[in-house]
């Protein structure tokens, strides 16, 4: 091959050819190549190509603030089919991006893959292997026995996983997809195409990416911030080599996340005090996350989510704990502090970075403690749903690593609001609740299985749900009401807002009192609380 040619977006985007496979590196606006999406957006518009491109992504491209991303090439006959671990969200009152409107249009077959798989289907590429044999996703929207990962009628016609029997146990097979062109990103490339990270606050995916795509003979476009003379970065520095590399686009004012050109910290070159920290203001979802991190543990390597439990970092923060868990997220960053809002996806003050896909084998492995996520819905079986509210569906963003996570963890505290959009206060030490949600979010069957609650009771995982007025338990015999909050009724306020009946436990206690005053709770994660 050749060293590779330093070219304008628009000169790079003319390599792309028609009905191409191509696999882009992103985590919605962190690292998204977005310069260079565009540019392929703009041909299509002057020239008609390329067209009928199917693009995988193994996180989501752009976001709705600003960084348009997967918007960029959301054209009819541009894009004929997309593949994604997660897509573009926000909130009901926006305009939904251009990619949800096709989606739900059912105007191209549309996938929703978790990113782990979606990560270990290009390692199959790369190698030349068949496909992806896994257990991940079994009894969920993943399952080809419920929607087989299909968003719309026409990938539901179109199936990309079947079950199939191995070595007498049942498994989920996803076969390869080999794409034939990697659009990627880094900070720096030098002449000879190494590129470097020292800017980005993850690494994502992009070596295992053009792997999958050089050993098939296609072609890798690195879109950077700035190039550098042949020879001057460090090798260590170094993620994706030269050789690996046909095309450098650089495009000086990337972001480096969402809404964020550039913050040092986030790439970990320097550390922020943790007085700069924001601790959530006392509420009731500070009481939820408070309660959550009663349930973390010394020494503890804990996955977080996106929602209420994102704050629990700052609730340690607060309580003078910070350092005795370590945070670990998909994007790639151990330790630190997990950020929030636009900056989701980063951490400030990272003890590692690891490549995203092999935090999702961590992942898929169970070999962290404790996960802390959200939920949508919880039913009768324990089953959560995270990816799918199908009257706005772009308020969600799919599944993202979330069936990646929750398929074998060994404990998983979901957190969040008993009903939605209830009137709620805390007074005088208890809960007050002025006003009943409008929605039940315990129902009899939950619209979508992100997580199979029956799967996890035959796996034997520890599955806690934690909201404003109650802790709940899953079971054998069902889930299990084990704490309520000073001030909720049991009958009124949680029995009788459920969908199907609720268990209650014979020692039924009253949640820390401490949990609902404004000051510091005295969390002690190596006994219990102070």
Known sequence: ???????SADQAAALIPDNAVVTVSSSSGLGCPDAMLAAIGRRFDAAGHPRNLTTLHPIAAGDMWGIKGIDHIAKPGLLARILGGSYPSGPSSAE????WKMITGNEIPAYNIPSGILFDMHREAAAKRPGVLTKIGM???VDPAREGCAM???????????????DGQDWLYFKTIVPDVAIIRATTADERGNLSYEHEGGYLGPLDQALAVRNNGGIVIAQVKRLAESGTLKPQNVLVPGVLVDAIVVAPDQMQTTQTSYEPAISGEIFRPLSSFEIPEFGVSKVIARRVAQELRYGDAVNIGFGISANVPRILIEEGRHGEVTWVIEQGAVGGVPLLDFQFGCASNAEAIMPSPYQFTYFQGAGFDASLLSFLQID????VNVSKLGVRPHVTAGAGGF???????RRIIFSGFFTAAAGLAVENGALVIAREGKVRKLVE??????????RAVAQGQDITYVTERCVLKLTDKGIVVTEIAPGADLQRDILAQAEFPLGVADDLRVMDAALFQPEAIGLDLRGGQA
């Open 1 to 7: 091959m050749a060293f590779p040619k330093v070219l």
């Open 152 to 166: 719309n009628q026409r990938a539901a016609e179109a199936p990309i996983v079947r079950k199939v029997e191995f």
């Open 96 to 99: 939904p991006p251009a990619i």
């Open 139 to 141: 009894d969920t929207f």
């Open 445 to 454: 069957a939950v619209e979508h299985v992100s997580f199979s609650g029956r």
């Open 380 to 383: 009768r079986e324990g089953s």
């Open 403 to 409: 069936v990646d996570i929750t398929a074998r963890a």
